[in-house]
């Protein structure tokens, strides 16, 4: 079975500062996608970012970065310069190809002004 | 270019009844998901429609149904409601094909069922 924990509830950051969101997954698969979804209060769920299992190199977007540990089945989410619109819920997220995504219970973000 | 779009955004339903929501697609996209979302947890999947057929289906009991158009656009169905079906219903669009195809949501219907 696909397990995804997050298994901090709650988060918080300064502004400007740096935070990390921890993930792991369980699989035994060898073909699978990531994602970060972010969850503000308006309750769309928007796509923060996204890796490929297969590549090596850490996906990178702006000031959201990941750490893909593989062996590891961990996926770490790193939110640079943190801004008062990153206050949200995190959710990450597990895919196979073809199939359905397999989603944490999230993290609740508060950015500290 | 329209993203997915949900209706009715609230909805507020009797134990037993039955309730329709609605689902139009990102333009360009071919596949619908469902999940349902409780309070304060990550959304849950019920099913995915692909072509006008249910594709794949989660943990969910017989009277959630749902329906796919020729336009791609879905509906979810929930027949006898019980109070645990109060949630977020989020529908999500993608492309079958794309390997890592993100799902893009819409906002959400939040169904409480008194």
């Known amino acids: 079975a696909q397990t995804v924990t997050q298994s901090q509830p709650e988060m918080s950051v300064q502004e400007a500062e740096t935070v990390t969101l921890s993930c792991t997954y369980d699989?035994?698969?060898?073909?699978?996608?990531l994602f970060w979804y972010k969850q503000p209060p308006s309750r769309q769920m928007i796509l923060v970012i996204r890796?490929?299992?297969?590549?090596?190199q850490n996906a990178t977007e702006n000031r959201f970065s990941v750490n893909f540990q593989k062996a590891a089945k961990s996926f770490s989410l790193k939110i640079s310069d943190s801004q008062l619109g990153d206050a949200a819920m995190y959710f990450c997220?597990?895919?196979?190809?073809?199939?359905?995504?397999?989603f944490g219970t999230g993290t609740s973000l508060t950015v500290i002004p | 270019d329209a993203g997915v779009t949900q209706s009715p955004t609230h909805l507020i339903k009797t134990r037993g009844q039955q309730v329709t929501l609605r689902c139009s697609p990102k333009?360009?996209?071919?596949?619908v998901s469902w999940y349902q979302q409780a309070l304060g947890q990550g959304p849950q999947f019920i099913f995915q429609?692909?072509?006008?057929?249910?594709?794949q289906r989660g943990n969910f009991p017989d009277r959630f149904s749902g329906h796919q158009f020729p336009n791609y656009s879905s509906e979810l169905n929930v027949n006898a409601l019980l109070l645990g079906d109060s949630a977020l219903y989020l529908c999500?669009?993608?492309?079958?094909?794309?390997?890592?195809?993100?799902?893009?949501f819409g906002n959400g219907t939040r169904l409480t069922v008194t």
């Open positions: 999500a669009s993608s492309l079958l094909e794309g390997r890592n195809s993100p799902l893009h």
């Open positions: 699989t035994s698969e060898s073909d699978y996608y």
């Open positions: 890796q490929e299992a297969y590549k090596q």
């Open positions: 997220a597990y895919k196979i190809p073809g199939n359905q995504f397999y």
């Open positions: 333009s360009g996209h071919d596949t």
């Open positions: 429609y692909y072509e006008e057929e249910e594709r």
